[in-house]
């Protein structure tokens, strides 16, 4: 633990690689799922948002996903003809729309889920409760970072 408490830079290096592994294998596994449908990692990402935060509002999306509204408009307009996400008027303010995922996109949502599902419960399972613990704390960290 000692060790830790002075990372060099090769140190870190090697962590930020890991990361990037851990992400590649995690987000490849529905590859095959979702290049069916023509959807590729941005869609991805807006359907597990969506699914998360059922009601999020375009604007919301956006902060979430750190993107462009062009950006987003394109990956919600192939959710929404594709039949995976659905707009519906906000009752308090009509100019917003709250997402929310459809039937198909529910059903197409846990396939992806559960393609990646096997590799981090796997991953999850195999650890110490300790090691979870203290790896969900340093990804919080990371990503608010401090």
Same mark, same amino acid.
């Given at each position: 633990?000692?060790?830790?408490l002075?990372?060099?830079?090769?140190?870190?290096?090697?962590?930020?690689?890991?990361?990037?592994?851990?992400?590649?294998?995690?987000?490849?596994?529905?590859?095959?799922?979702?290049?069916?449908?023509?959807?590729?990692?941005?869609?991805?990402?807006?359907?597990?948002?969506?699914?998360?935060?059922?009601?999020?509002?375009?604007?919301?999306?956006?902060?979430?996903?750190?993107?462009?509204?062009?950006?987003?408009?394109?990956?919600?307009?192939?959710?929404?003809?594709?039949?995976?996400?659905?707009?519906?008027? *906000?009752?308090?303010?009509?100019? !917003?729309?709250? $997402?929310?995922?459809?039937? %198909? @996109?529910?059903?197409?949502?846990?396939?992806?889920?559960?393609?990646?599902?096997?590799?981090?419960?796997?991953?999850?399972?195999?650890?110490?409760? *300790?090691?979870?613990?203290?790896? !969900?704390?340093? $990804?919080?960290k990371?990503? %608010? @970072?401090k």
């Amino acid at each position: 633990m000692k060790d830790l408490l002075y990372l060099k830079d090769d140190q870190i290096k090697e962590f930020i690689q890991l990361l990037y592994y851990a992400y590649r294998e995690t987000f490849s596994d529905p590859k095959d799922i979702l290049s069916q449908k023509f959807f590729g990692p941005a869609h991805l990402r807006a359907l597990h948002l969506i699914e998360r935060h059922p009601g999020i509002h375009l604007g919301e999306l956006i902060f979430k996903l750190k993107v462009t509204k062009q950006s987003l408009n394109r990956v919600l307009r192939d959710l929404i003809n594709s039949r995976m996400v659905k707009q519906v008027q *906000d009752q308090n303010d009509t100019r !917003k729309k709250n $997402l929310f995922l459809d039937k %198909d @996109g529910k059903v197409f949502f846990e396939t992806v889920y559960n393609s990646q599902k096997k590799r981090i419960f796997n991953a999850l399972k195999n650890s110490s409760s *300790d090691s979870v613990i203290k790896f !969900k704390d340093v $990804l919080k960290k990371i990503i %608010d @970072g401090k």
